[in-house]
């Protein structure tokens, strides 16, 4: 049971006998009263241990009752259990009824946290800057085919050359390496909702600009604000999910972010098959994209600031602590909707807000880059940009660069067409994808990451032996094909960037997740430069092997290093790391 750590403080007792007896359990537990909380609320407090039913460090740590205890100054396991057991038989204290209530308290409070027509609005404007940014895959293929066609582009410079067209394709991803950079300076100043409508407005800008464009600089220049806007939507959009989402369906909604962005693949597919045969279909391409730029920063408008990110503000000295937390509780309250009440939100910032000042303690309220290479910042580090890297570099672009010639041999006609072959891949992933939704609050993080790059692996060997000795047997490409398609849609794909915006404590939390945006984006560009050279330099055979070796790491790595985090809120998750590191 996840016990919250102000109904820990405030829960009254009701008869005197049973205080005392509670003070004397807590006194035999070796614990120190905290120097801030009177007498009653520690036997308060003890009264919740023993109706837990007795406590160890693994329990402490991954429940937010963690950062009291922490700051009573012991990590010793508390034995409450056995005391209680001596109390009953020896005094009488019938403790069922308090574990009851809460257990039925607890039940209660978790029905009422949430409708689903309260939190689909916090989810769809912050997810729309995923959209975005699949849009501009899908539609970069189609728009450079019109821009360098002498008889489509509607332009006297379409006689581009290999590099400059490369500048064009690549140059959102450059810019969004450099939004990933100003996402780190900026981020916790600015607030994830205002980095958002920041993230809106410059891809109004880049797709305006891009559209417009006279020359070939101004393209590149529109190409570079664009990724800009990227680098900050993918770093700002799964935090602001993170922190407003409930905790039983905060997993749910960030796998669907990877959603939207396989669907707006799948929408600039749609654009470009539709403005192909257009002269100067390129400029409706590129400019297609700011009507849902335009409706994304207003819906970040409209909506409240991260409670999370305001109580870290307040405790960064932005202003007075009650003036914050007001500010949080009512944000809360707008995020829930009309079923959690005032109470509720006070109870659910107070626990924050104390979650926070505890894992703050003897540390400097500003952020450096040097903490975060430190203690449980850096243990969480590695595991978030680990899942990135590893999701970059485990061969999804040299898969799908084969898809084609696999799907040829096998004797699909369908595949001769690239724009269609991309759209069924694309709607076979979104299909992947929707399971993973579907499932990651069911069945956890863990589970779908293990067995997804287990099937990657599995994927890239049979790859590896296709190209090596059977190619006579193309259903066993198709197969592999697939596999990986649809293993990587319900692990790597959305399970990477939901434990990576689960994973961070709220203090380093923007400045972590813009290393681990640069470390994607950054290892993105390096994939894309190198596999041409490599499978030059040793073979396609060779190539996927490779890949296949660098799965077997990251699944060790996953199997090692990941935690659990299911149904853990955002400060559970946090202690939970404390207790492991």
Same mark, same amino acid.
């Given at each position: 049971?996840?016990?919250?750590?102000?109904?820990?403080?405030?829960?009254?007792?009701? %008869?005197?006998?049973?205080?005392?007896?509670?003070?004397?359990?807590?006194?035999?537990?070796?614990?120190?009263?905290?120097?801030?909380?009177?007498?009653?609320?520690?036997?308060?407090?003890?009264?919740?241990?023993?109706?837990?039913?007795?406590?160890?460090?693994?329990?402490?740590?991954?429940?937010?009752?963690?950062?009291?205890? /922490?700051?009573?100054?012991?990590?010793?396991?508390?034995?409450?259990?056995?005391?209680?057991?001596?109390?009953?038989?020896?005094?009488?204290?019938?403790?069922?009824?308090?574990?009851?209530?809460?257990?039925?308290?607890? /039940?209660? /409070?978790?029905?009422?946290?949430?409708?689903?027509? @309260?939190?689909?609005?916090?989810?769809?404007?912050?997810?729309?800057?995923?959209?975005?940014?699949?849009?501009?895959?899908?539609?970069?293929?189609?728009?450079?085919?019109?821009?360098?066609?002498?008889?489509?582009?509607?332009?006297?410079?379409?006689?581009?050359?290999?590099?400059?067209?490369?500048?064009?394709?690549?140059?959102?991803?450059?810019?969004?390496?450099?939004?990933?950079?100003?996402?780190?300076?900026?981020?916790?100043?600015?607030?994830?909702?205002?980095?958002?409508?920041?993230?809106?407005?410059?891809?109004?800008?880049?797709?305006?600009?891009?559209?417009?464009?006279?020359?070939?600089?101004?393209?590149?220049?529109?190409?570079?604000?664009?990724?800009?806007?990227?680098?900050?939507?993918? %770093?700002?959009?799964?935090?602001?999910?993170?922190?407003?989402?409930?905790?039983?369906?905060? $997993?749910?909604?960030?796998?669907?972010?990877?959603?939207?962005?396989?669907?707006?693949?799948?929408?600039?597919?749609?654009?470009?098959?539709?403005?192909?045969?257009?002269?100067?279909?390129?400029?409706?391409?590129?400019?297609?994209?700011?009507?849902?730029?335009?409706?994304? $920063?207003?819906?970040?408008?409209?909506?409240?600031?991260?409670?999370?990110?305001?109580?870290?503000?307040?405790?960064? $000295?932005?202003?007075?602590?009650?003036?914050?937390?007001?500010?949080?509780?009512?944000?809360?309250?707008?995020?829930?909707?009309?079923?959690?009440?005032?109470?509720?939100?006070?109870?659910?910032?107070?626990?924050?807000?104390?979650?926070?000042?505890?894992? @703050?303690?003897?540390?400097?309220?500003?952020?450096?880059?040097?903490?975060?290479?430190?203690?449980?910042?850096?243990?969480?580090?590695?595991?978030?940009? $680990?899942?990135?890297?590893?999701?970059?570099?485990?061969?999804?672009?040299?898969?799908?660069?084969?898809?084609?010639?696999?799907?040829?041999?096998?004797?699909?006609?369908?595949?001769?067409?690239?724009?269609?072959?991309?759209?069924?891949?694309? #709607?076979?992933?979104?299909?992947?994808?929707?399971?993973?939704?579907?499932?990651?609050?069911?069945?956890?993080?863990?589970?779908?990451?293990?067995?997804?790059?287990?099937?990657?692996?599995?994927?890239?060997?049979?790859?590896?032996?296709? #190209?090596?000795?059977?190619?006579?047997?193309?259903?066993?490409?198709?197969?592999?094909?697939?596999?990986?398609?649809?293993?990587?849609?319900?692990?790597?794909?959305?399970?990477?960037?939901?434990?990576?915006?689960?994973?961070?404590?709220?203090?380093?939390?923007?400045?972590?997740?813009?290393?681990?945006?640069?470390?994607?984006?950054?290892?993105?560009?390096?994939?894309?430069?190198?596999?041409?050279?490599?499978?030059?330099?040793?073979?396609?055979?060779?190539?996927?092997?490779?890949?296949?070796?660098?799965?077997?790491?990251?699944?060790?790595?996953?199997?090692?290093?990941?935690?659990?985090?299911?149904?853990?809120?955002?400060?559970?998750?946090?202690?939970?790391?404390?207790?492991?590191?």
């Amino acid at each position: 049971m996840a016990l919250s750590s102000s109904s820990l403080l405030l829960l009254p007792l009701q %008869h005197s006998q049973q205080q005392q007896q509670f003070c004397s359990i807590f006194a035999r537990s070796s614990l120190p009263p905290p120097p801030r909380l009177p007498a009653p609320d520690v036997a308060a407090a003890a009264a919740n241990l023993v109706s837990a039913g007795g406590l160890s460090n693994s329990y402490l740590r991954k429940s937010s009752l963690f950062p009291i205890v /922490k700051r009573m100054g012991s990590g010793r396991t508390i034995q409450v259990k056995k005391d209680m057991t001596n109390v009953d038989s020896e005094e009488g204290v019938d403790t069922e009824p308090l574990l009851q209530q809460q257990q039925e308290e607890e /039940k209660s /409070k978790a029905a009422a946290l949430f409708n689903w027509t @309260s939190v689909s609005l916090p989810f769809v404007f912050p997810a729309l800057g995923g959209l975005m940014f699949g849009y501009d895959i899908g539609a970069t293929s189609g728009a450079v085919v019109s821009l360098v066609s002498p008889e489509l582009s509607g332009i006297e410079w379409y006689n581009l050359t290999a590099l400059q067209t490369g500048l064009v394709v690549s140059g959102s991803l450059y810019g969004a390496l450099l939004g990933s950079i100003l996402a780190f300076n900026i981020a916790d100043a600015l607030g994830r909702r205002k980095e958002l409508m920041l993230a809106a407005f410059l891809y109004i800008v880049g797709a305006l600009v891009t559209g417009g464009a006279p020359d070939l600089s101004v393209l590149f220049a529109g190409r570079l604000i664009y990724g800009i806007g990227i680098g900050l939507a993918m %770093h700002a959009a799964p935090m602001y999910i993170a922190e407003t989402a409930p905790t039983q369906i905060r $997993g749910t909604l960030i796998s669907l972010k990877e959603g939207f962005i396989v669907g707006g693949i799948l929408l600039g597919y749609l654009v470009g098959s539709i403005m192909i045969g257009v002269e100067g279909g390129w400029r409706m391409m590129f400019g297609f994209g700011a009507p849902i730029a335009l409706l994304m $920063g207003v819906g970040m408008w409209w909506l409240p600031p991260s409670p999370r990110w305001l109580l870290l503000r307040g405790l960064q $000295g932005g202003g007075e602590e009650q003036e914050f937390k007001a500010r949080a509780s009512s944000a809360l309250l707008r995020l829930r909707g009309n079923r959690f009440s005032q109470n509720m939100a006070e109870e659910q910032v107070e626990d924050t807000w104390m979650s926070l000042q505890a894992a @703050s303690e003897g540390q400097e309220l500003n952020v450096s880059l040097a903490e975060l290479f430190q203690g449980v910042n850096l243990k969480a580090l590695l595991i978030g940009t $680990g899942l990135v890297f590893f999701q970059q570099v485990t061969g999804q672009p040299s898969v799908l660069y084969y898809a084609a010639p696999i799907l040829q041999n096998a004797g699909f006609s369908l595949a001769a067409d690239a724009t269609k072959l991309s759209v069924l891949l694309g #709607f076979f992933k979104l299909i992947m994808t929707g399971i993973a939704v579907v499932n990651v609050d069911k069945l956890g993080r863990r589970p779908l990451l293990i067995g997804g790059v287990s099937g990657i692996v599995i994927s890239l060997f049979l790859l590896a032996a296709y #190209f090596t000795f059977g190619q006579g047997v193309p259903v066993l490409a198709v197969i592999a094909l697939l596999l990986y398609v649809g293993c990587y849609q319900v692990s790597f794909g959305p399970i990477s960037w939901l434990m990576v915006s689960e994973i961070f404590p709220l203090r380093t939390r923007g400045k972590a997740l813009g290393v681990t945006t640069l470390v994607n984006f950054g290892s993105n560009a390096v994939v894309a430069l190198a596999f041409a050279p490599l499978q030059d330099l040793v073979g396609v055979s060779a190539t996927f092997i490779i890949f296949g070796i660098i799965g077997l790491i990251s699944l060790i790595f996953i199997v090692l290093a990941v935690p659990e985090t299911k149904g853990l809120s955002l400060e559970e998750i946090e202690a939970k790391l404390l207790g492991r590191s």
